[in-house]
């Protein structure tokens, strides 16, 4: 068993990842492609800026043919979908800038790893851009993809080349991991990295400083759903007295109401007296 640095973290997934043969192997492994690199890029973004909001991606490569991006997100976030798609098109529309038609000309691939898992439970989804026919055929017209990985649920029916993956990042999760269940060479150099030993002060600081944000959001959303429903219960008992006051004095108008009927008192002159619709009184006078 070894100690290790949780891959939770923004810089402990980067300094192992951005490791041309783990990238290589990660990548062919989840694409199934065989990527021809020399470099990974960390904080990758686009100048001049395409759109107008400005992204980077964690982990960047591409070779003559394919662009791959990976960014891990270890906060659960509603839109988490959305933003990578975001990200993902970006990626596509950057190159039709200097593309003599709408066709990029570099494949792009996105992997998101979601450490804290997400609200649909699955260890792994596919965005495909390629088009289908109405039997679910693939036109093999577009093959730009974005798979979401939560290593969190992994099971019998993950992919068998994922697993190793998978399995890694979420053993890291606790600070422990026994090498001894790995058998890529890949995964091998990720424990390497990740090892507590070898992590530098600069690193320590930088998970520091990511978990005490983290931290300081997830305090920040508890306050505001604690607040949040403390304004609700004191609305609802608010609107509940104020129902229960309604009711209980619809309720006494009633029985003033019937007491006059058999006092002899005329509909309109209770009507006057109870604010109550001559109707209801009239439906008293039929039950009398």
């Not at 791959?68 to 976030?77: A, F, G, L, P, T």
């Amino acid at each position: 068993m070894k100690k290790v640095a949780p891959l939770r973290y923004g810089v402990i997934f980067k300094k192992a990842f951005c490791d041309v043969d783990v990238f290589k192997g990660f990548v062919r492994d989840i694409i199934g492609i065989n990527l021809e690199i020399d470099t990974v890029e960390t904080e990758k973004s686009f100048k001049p800026t395409v759109g107008d909001v400005e992204i980077k991606f964690d982990l960047y490569a591409e070779d003559k043919k394919n662009r791959i991006i990976v960014d891990i997100q270890h906060e659960r976030h509603t839109d988490h979908y959305d933003r990578f798609l975001y990200y993902h098109c970006i990626a596509l529309v950057q190159q039709i800038k200097s593309a003599s038609n709408y066709r990029p000309p570099l494949g792009v691939y996105t992997i998101v790893v979601l450490t804290s898992g997400d609200k649909h439970k699955r260890d792994v989804s596919i965005i495909d851009f390629d088009p289908k026919d109405l039997e679910g055929n693939s036109l093999n017209e577009i093959p730009h993809k974005i798979i979401y990985l939560c290593p969190k649920y992994l099971n019998n029916k993950t992919p068998e080349l994922y697993r190793e993956w998978l399995q890694v990042i979420d053993d890291s999760l606790k600070g422990m991991v026994d090498e001894s269940n790995y058998h890529l060479p890949e995964i091998q150099k990720i424990i390497a990295h990740i090892e507590e030993n070898d992590i530098s002060p600069a690193e320590k600081y930088n998970m520091i400083e990511e978990f005490n944000s983290d931290e300081i959001e997830t305090k920040g959303i508890k306050k505001g759903v604690k607040k949040g429903v403390k304004k609700g219960v004191k609305k609802g008992v608010k609107k509940g007295i104020k129902k229960g006051v309604k009711k209980g004095v619809k309720k006494g108008n009633s029985e003033i109401a019937i007491k006059m009927l058999k006092q002899g008192f005329d509909i309109k002159t209770i009507a006057q007296v109870t604010n109550l619709d001559e109707k209801i009184i009239s439906q008293f006078l039929n039950k009398e």
